[in-house]
């Protein structure tokens, strides 16, 4: 009897990450019997802040979001795909991924994660509410503003999540929408405009005071289950998207739209999420884990297995197959043009800290926990702490 390769992969607990995995993984072993991997998994709050090291050295894959690459490059923890794999994440392979899915894994000379997953923050909307309402779709953040108190009226709600770093990354894309966006290259200060944050801080509050209380305390999941469960949230201009919010087995299905700025371009600026599928270099497997990477970001998984088993794909050939965007209820198409138009996060090596303690120092501030100076003072503080 042979020997079979065992490998360890984790990833985050929501059926979008989850359950494309498993699909695809009938497949691999299908056509790879030696090897077998187990899926393990984490909830979002790890999946956003849990430092990389010491998964990468439990596990031999890891499925990461793109602000971790620093960490990642300094201790050269995963292995850089680019070396492996030119034709599949060369520099000329950008385009084939959705807006810069690809590019936000590329740091310091390397790709360190394979795009198997493409989001970025973009607008929620219960168009039913919104149709017995007589409203239209908002553009603008200001527009979302003056609709949250026109809602009020009927007893309607607007939504946002404030739970860490959500809130701080929804300052953060006001401010790339507004041009001061967060410095990000690797070789440069880091920076944040005082005045601008403090801008888009008083803009998310502004929009805050139309949502629900329980606001303060979600997440993205948090808030997409809200809306779909509850018959008052009509709107939200700006949070991470869950494609799958918008198929047919939803309560209620959401309907998405672009992100909502303050400054034409108003879908622009938005900051990039998704996930990427990277390799640790301790893996006794390495081979048998590389094969994996090439399996997911073909293009029969991306455009078919990935969608239809609740997930959102990172390839352009799948975002554009109308298929897919009929599975998801027009997502695809509702949110490209924020998707095309991303800021990418700073990826240096501790950011991730940088973003989990500042994310906190602002949620503190909405809550009424802390003083909106005092909270960015500190923001200020811990950004400072990188520059030498």
Known sequence: MSERTLLRIICWSHRRAVDPLLA???????????????VDQRPLSDFEHQGIDGVARAYDMVIY??????????????????????????????????????????????????????????????????DAAGEAVPKTWAQAVALGERLQKRGLKLGLS??????????????????????????????????????????????LAFCPPEALGWNSIDLHEAMVARDDIAYCPCVYGYATYGEADMRKPLAFADFAGLRAPYH?????GGTALGVSRYSKAPQAALAFVAYMVGAHIQDRTIPENHGQ??????????????????????????MDTVWVRPRMPGYAEFQRDAGNEVAAALRGELDDD???????????????
């Open 24 to 38: 695809a993984l009938e497949g691999f072993h299908a056509a790879h019997p030696g090897i077998e991997i187990k």
């Open 65 to 130: 979001d793109h602000p971790f690459s620093g960490d990642i490059a300094k201790g050269e923890v995963f292995l850089p795909l680019e070396k492996h794999f030119p034709d599949l994440f060369g520099e000329q392979a950008d385009r084939n991924y959705v807006g810069a899915s690809l590019t936000s894994y590329r740091y310091r000379g390397s790709v360190w994660g394979a795009p198997i997953d493409a989001a970025t923050q973009h607008a929620l909307v219960r168009q039913d509410l919104l």
């Open 162 to 207: 404030v739970e860490t770093p959500h809130a701080l990354l929804a300052v953060a894309a006001l401010m790339a929408n507004q041009g001061q966006p967060w410095s990000t290259a690797p070789d440069q200060a880091f920076t944040i405009d005082r005045a601008a944050f403090k801008d888009g801080l008083q803009w998310v509050r502004r929009l």
């Open 268 to 272: 622009a600026g938005s900051a990039i």
């Open 313 to 338: 794909p990172a390839l352009v050939s799948s975002w554009e197959r109308k298929e897919n965007d009929a599975i998801f209820n027009g997502f695809y198409s509702s949110v490209r043009a924020s």
């Open 374 to 388: 005092k909270a960015i003072d500190e923001v200020l503080r811990l950004a400072e702490m990188f520059n030498p």
